[in-house]
C-alpha cells in the first residue's frame, strides 16, 4: 500500500506527458480511484454583500453618454472624431468617474442609496478661440432627464481644473497628422544624407520609399504655451526599439495653424544643425559619419528560442508548475468582482487610465483599506542627445488600463488561474480584452510558520516539529505600453498580510551606441546602447485601519548610553532602544537608512487585548527607490509624487489623485501639483492617505536582450499587521502538521487536521487554443 500511495501521490503533481510508463501507471489505477484534478473548475459562486459601487460604467451607458454629449442640445459642436482635424471639437477619451469616499461609506456601512455612477469625459475643444482640452463630468447615469454635463475641475489643483491649454494637450493622430507635411519635406531635403549614413529614408508614413521608422519621445510642451516635437528614427520590425539610428529631428509646433510649423534643427554625431543647408555643410566636410552602423537584422532581439545557445540538460521536462491542486478556495462574485479568500474579501475595479483598483479590502471582516489604486508609471532616461535626454514618461497618458490584456495560462499565471475580462470604454463601444485579468492562489514557497523542539536524545532529533502551509491569493494583470511590459502583482497572504509587486519586462527604449556615453549605459548591440533609466509607479493606499480615525506612527530605533547595576565594570555602553511618535503634518519622507525606522498605519482608539493600539505596518520590500532628478525642467513640477519614498496626506474627497494623466506635457506647470496636498494639515487621527513609490534604477546592460527580464527588475512593498491581532493569524489554518516523535522509540505521530492529501492525475491544456479574440461591445 505505501507503494501505490507513493504512485498516487506522484500522479497527484506530474503533467499527463510525464506519467510513469505503462505497467506502473495500470498498477496506480487499480490501487485507487484516480481522478483528474479540479484545475479548471469555477471558483465558487459568492453574493456580494452590496453591489460594486465602483464598478465601471456599463456598456450601454457608454454609448448613451456618447450620444447625450453629441446631441445639439449640448451645444458642444462636436464633430465625429473620425472626421476631425486640429481646429475641431471631438471626444478624446470616456472614462469612469471616480466616486467621492464621502459618498460611498454611507452605502457600504449602511442603509444609504449607492450612489449615483458618473461618466469622464475629455474633449478636445480645438475650435475655440483659444483651444483648450476640458475635462466633463456627465451624469447621474443612466442617462435620464437629471442627467447633466458639468466641467470636471474640482479634483485638479493647477489653476485651471480640468482644462489643459491646447500646447499641452495629449499627442494624438490629429496632432501628429498636424506635423507631418512639415516633417515629410524636412528628411525629404535630406534623405540623400540619411541614405548615405544609415542606408535608411523618410519621405512620409505612407510612402513606400520609406524605410525608416519615425517615433517621438515626451514631454511636448514645459507649460503648455509651446509645443515641440522631437522624433528619433528606427530601423521597422517588431523589435525596432532596439534598433535605432543616430538621426533625431526637432519641430517647433505650437498652435492649430500648422502653416506657421518650424523646424528647430537636426541633430546626429551629438551636434545640432539649425537648418538642412548647415547639416548638409558638415556632411560634405566629413565632419558627421555612421562610426557604429546599426543591423535592420531583428533576429537577435526577438523573444524566441536561440537553437544556436543550444538546449539545457534535462529542460526537456516540463517545469514546476504552481495549481491549485485540491480546488479553488476562493469564491467570485463575477457580476460584481467581488472575492473572498481565506478571511480577506474586497471589490475590484478597473479604469481606462488607471487600470486595476481594489476597495474595500477587509480582513475577517474588519477593514484595513478603503482604495488601493495605481496613480502613476513614470520613467525618466539619461543621455546627452535628443531622445534620452529629454525622455520624461507618464503611462497614465497612453491609458494604462487600456494596454493591460492577454495573459497566458501557465506561464503568465498559472494553470488553471480564474481569468477575468478587462473592459473599458473606447469611444462610443466598450472594447473587452478577454483574459486581462487572473486570480489564482499559489504556494508561497515557504511554510508561513515552523517550529522545531527538542533533539538531544531522541532517535529523530526532535520531540515534535510544526509547519504552517503558506499560500496567496493573486490578482495579477500585465500592462504592455509601448515597449514595457508592467506586471502587477496583489498578493493576499493568509498570515493577513498583503504584498504589491511590480515588474517590469519588454524592449529597452534605446540609443544609438556612442563610445563616449558609456556613463549614460552599456553597449547591448551592434550600434545600441541602453539607456539608464529610472522606473518610478506611484500608488495610493487609503488605510481605514477599522474605522477612518488613523494616525500614521513612526517608531525609531535609536542607539542610547546604558549602565547596569550588575555589570559595574562595564560602565557606560550602547544599547538599542525605541521611540514612537505619530506623525503630526502631511508629510513626504523616505524610508530610514539602514531600516531603523518602522512606519505604521494606527488607529488609537482600537486596542489588542495588550492595550497595544491595532494597526498595519509598511514594510519595505526589494527595489523601493524614488525619482533621481529633482529639479529637471521635464519633469519639475509634474513628478512630486514621484520624488519621495513614501507620504502621507489627509483624505479630502477633492484630492483623489496624486497626479494627473496630462501632467506629462505641463512639467513647469502642471494640472495636478502633488507638492499642493501637503498643506500643514493634521494627520493624527484622521482620515489619512499613505502615497508609496517602488520601481527600479534601471542600469541597463547586454542581459536586457532581448527583453529585460522579470527577475531582477522587480521591486516591492508589504502591508503587514503590526499588533492588529492578538497573536498571530495561523491558528485557525487546517494546512498544517504537528508531528511528535517518541523519546524512547522514534515512533512518528502526526496532527493532520484531517486535511486528506489528493491523489489525482493533473492533465494540462495548451494554453494557446485557450486564447480569445479582442471584442466591442
Not at 503533481?13 to 480511484?33: G, Q, T
Not at 546627452?384 to 501557465?410: C, M, R, W
Not at 514594510?619 to 529639479?631: D, E, K, M, Q
Not at 496626506?649 to 494640472?671: A, C, F, I, M, R
Amino acid at each position: 500500500m505505501l507503494a501505490e500511495s507513493l504512485v498516487a501521490a506522484l500522479l497527484a503533481i506530474a503533467p499527463v506527458s510525464a506519467r510513469p510508463e505503462p505497467d506502473l501507471w495500470r498498477r496506480a489505477v487499480s490501487a485507487a480511484d484516480v481522478r483528474t484534478c479540479a484545475l479548471t473548475d469555477e471558483a465558487p459562486h459568492v453574493k456580494a454583500p452590496k453591489t460594486n459601487a465602483w464598478a465601471p460604467i456599463s456598456p450601454q451607458d457608454v454609448k448613451d453618454v456618447w450620444k447625450f454629449v453629441h446631441a445639439p442640445e449640448r451645444a458642444l459642436n462636436l464633430t465625429d472624431p473620425a472626421n476631425a482635424t486640429l481646429t475641431d471639437n471631438y471626444v478624446f477619451l470616456v472614462d469612469t468617474l471616480y466616486l467621492n469616499k464621502t459618498q460611498v461609506l454611507g452605502y457600504i456601512d449602511g442603509d444609504a442609496a449607492q450612489p449615483p455612477k458618473y461618466a469622464r469625459v475629455v474633449i478636445f475643444e480645438g475650435g475655440k478661440e483659444d483651444p483648450v482640452s476640458q475635462e466633463y463630468m456627465v451624469g447621474p447615469l443612466p442617462v435620464g432627464s437629471e442627467t447633466t454635463i458639468a466641467p470636471y475641475d474640482y479634483p485638479f489643483n493647477g489653476g485651471l481644473g480640468g482644462k489643459i491649454p491646447y500646447d499641452g494637450r495629449y499627442m494624438d493622430g490629429k496632432r501628429t497628422a498636424g506635423y507631418q507635411p512639415l516633417l515629410k519635406q524636412a528628411m525629404t531635403d535630406v534623405a540623400d544624407i540619411t541614405k548615405a549614413l544609415f542606408n535608411g529614408t523618410y519621405y512620409g508614413g505612407s510612402d513606400p520609399r520609406t524605410d525608416i521608422v519615425a517615433a517621438n519621445t515626451g514631454p511636448h510642451s514645459l507649460d503648455g504655451s509651446q509645443s515641440w516635437i522631437t522624433i528619433m528614427f528606427r530601423y521597422p520590425g517588431a523589435a525596432s526599439y532596439v534598433t535605432p539610428i543616430d538621426f533625431y529631428i526637432i519641430l517647433d509646433i505650437t498652435g492649430t495653424d500648422i502653416t506657421k510649423y518650424t523646424l528647430r534643427g537636426y541633430v546626429t554625431n551629438t551636434k545640432f544643425f539649425k537648418t538642412a543647408d548647415d547639416l548638409r555643410k558638415a556632411f560634405e566636410a566629413g565632419e558627421i559619419t555612421n562610426e557604429f552602423p546599426q543591423t535592420r537584422d531583428q533576429e537577435w532581439a526577438l523573444l524566441k528560442a536561440v537553437p544556436e545557445m543550444g538546449v539545457r540538460d534535462l529542460d526537456d521536462r516540463i517545469a514546476p508548475q504552481s495549481i491549485e491542486i485540491g480546488g479553488k478556495r476562493y469564491k467570485l462574485d463575477r457580476e460584481n468582482q467581488y472575492v473572498e479568500f481565506m478571511g480577506w474579501s474586497f471589490y475590484m475595479s478597473f479604469t481606462r487610465i488607471l487600470g486595476l483598483m481594489f476597495y474595500d479590502i477587509k480582513f475577517k471582516g474588519e477593514r484595513i483599506i478603503y482604495e488601493l489604486s495605481l496613480q502613476e508609471a513614470a520613467a525618466q532616461y539619461a543621455g546627452n542627445q535628443p531622445k534620452a535626454a529629454n525622455t520624461v514618461y507618464h503611462d497614465t497618458y497612453f491609458s494604462i488600463g487600456s494596454t493591460s490584456a492577454t495573459l497566458i495560462e501557465g506561464f503568465d499565471c498559472p494553470f488553471g488561474a480564474t481569468m477575468l475580462n478587462v473592459t473599458y470604454p473606447a469611444n462610443d463601444v466598450t472594447d473587452v480584452h478577454p483574459q486581462g485579468i487572473c486570480l489564482f492562489e499559489s504556494d508561497s514557497g515557504y511554510p508561513v510558520a515552523r517550529h522545531r523542539y527538542g533533539s538531544g536524545g531522541n532517535p529523530n532529533g526532535f520531540s515534535n516539529i510544526a509547519a504552517v502551509k503558506s499560500s496567496a491569493l493573486h490578482a495579477r494583470t500585465i500592462a504592455t505600453i509601448g515597449n514595457y511590459d508592467y506586471l502587477f502583482d496583489y498578493a493576499f497572504h493568509v498570515d493577513g498580510s498583503i504584498e504589491i509587486e511590480v515588474r517590469a519586462s519588454g524592449y529597452l527604449q534605446s540609443s544609438p551606441y556612442y563610445k563616449d556615453q558609456t556613463n549614460f549605459g552599456a553597449r547591448v548591440g551592434l550600434g545600441t546602447q541602453g539607456s539608464f533609466h529610472d522606473h518610478i509607479l506611484s500608488w495610493k493606499a487609503d488605510f481605514d485601519i477599522i474605522s477612518s480615525k488613523n494616525s500614521l506612527q513612526r517608531t525609531d530605533l535609536i542607539v542610547v548610553n546604558q549602565t547596569q547595576e550588575w555589570f559595574p565594570e562595564l560602565g557606560e555602553f550602547e544599547q538599542m532602544e525605541l521611540k514612537a511618535y505619530n506623525m503630526e503634518k502631511e508629510q513626504q519622507f523616505n524610508w530610514a537608512q539602514n531600516g531603523q525606522s518602522m512606519y505604521c498605519v494606527v488607529n488609537d482608539e482600537e486596542k489588542n487585548a495588550w492595550g497595544v493600539s491595532r494597526g498595519y505596518r509598511l514594510v519595505p520590500g526589494r527595489s523601493n527607490v524614488h525619482l533621481s532628478t529633482h529639479n529637471s525642467p521635464f519633469s519639475k513640477h509634474s513628478s512630486h509624487i514621484l520624488k519621495s519614498h513614501l507620504a502621507v496626506t489627509k483624505h479630502h474627497d477633492n484630492e483623489p489623485y496624486g497626479n494627473s494623466w496630462q501632467n506629462v506635457n505641463l512639467p513647469l506647470k502642471p494640472q495636478q501639483d502633488f507638492s499642493k496636498l501637503f498643506n500643514d494639515e493634521s494627520v493624527d487621527g484622521e482620515d489619512i492617505v499613505v502615497w508609496f513609490n517602488l520601481g527600479m534604477h534601471h542600469y541597463t546592460r547586454s542581459e536586457d536582450i532581448p527583453v529585460t527580464l522579470y527577475s531582477e527588475a522587480v521591486s516591492s512593498i508589504v502591508f503587514a499587521p503590526q499588533n492588529f491581532h492578538d497573536r498571530a493569524q495561523e491558528g485557525d489554518l487546517q494546512n498544517r502538521r504537528w508531528i511528535t516523535s517518541n523519546a524512547t522509540t522514534g515512533e512518528i505521530t502526526y496532527e493532520d487536521q484531517g486535511l486528506q492529501l489528493p491523489t489525482c492525475k493533473v492533465a494540462l491544456e495548451e494554453p494557446s487554443t485557450k486564447i480569445l479574440p479582442w471584442l466591442k461591445i
